[in-house]
């Protein structure tokens, strides 16, 4: 008994659509991962970091995760999730959600840091705050990137599967080949 290639595929239609939606999202992160900043023009951290801004990268972020764990929730409900190309998507997408839902906590850090360092006399705690804020704001932006990158490996995967469209055809065809199927069952005399 062979198996059928055909019952791998996932429709063309479903795959156009889930890559518009991973580039999209893929291309949000990237932006967010980029556009979030901490350090001035100079490269410093400014002398009175904003506490409201940094709490929005958290909250920018949170969105972020939250879009990403919904389409790999929506992938792993659907009926292809089980096939060879749905499953390699659905391996990229569970560490796309791990990594952006771990920017979340690190931009948060970062935003609470701001405030502490607002408070803090000494120099000491100032240069131990500061270089903690430096790491938390950089680990959570490479934790978008990662994130960014797993998408791009799941829109690849799925590139690649539109491949096999053009070699399998979509509906059975019969092997020139194969005898002709038996005729009725029936005693001959």
Do not use: C, W
């Amino acid at each position: 008994m062979s198996s059928d290639p055909r019952r791998e595929l996932i429709p063309r239609n479903a795959t156009l659509h889930l890559i518009d939606a991973l580039d999209a999202l893929q291309s949000r992160l990237r932006s967010a991962a980029e556009q979030t900043h901490l350090l001035d023009d100079a490269g410093r951290v400014p002398a009175t970091p904003s506490y409201t801004e940094l709490l929005q990268h958290a909250a920018e972020a949170q969105a972020l995760s939250r879009d990403v764990l919904q389409l790999t929730a929506d992938v792993a409900r659907s009926s292809h999730s089980t096939t060879r190309a749905g499953t390699a998507v659905l391996k990229q997408l569970s560490i796309a959600a791990t990594m952006s839902s771990h920017a979340v906590p690190h931009f948060a850090e970062t935003a609470e840091q701001a405030l502490a360092l607002l408070r803090a006399a000494n120099p000491a705690d100032r240069d131990y705050l500061t270089n903690h804020m430096v790491s938390d704001h950089a680990t959570a932006r490479a934790y978008l990137r990662r994130s960014s990158d797993s998408l791009r490996n799941a829109a690849k995967e799925l590139n690649d599967h539109l491949d096999a469209h053009r070699f399998l055809p979509t509906s059975p065809q019969r092997n020139p080949m194969a005898p002709p199927p038996p005729g009725p069952s029936g005693r001959h005399r």
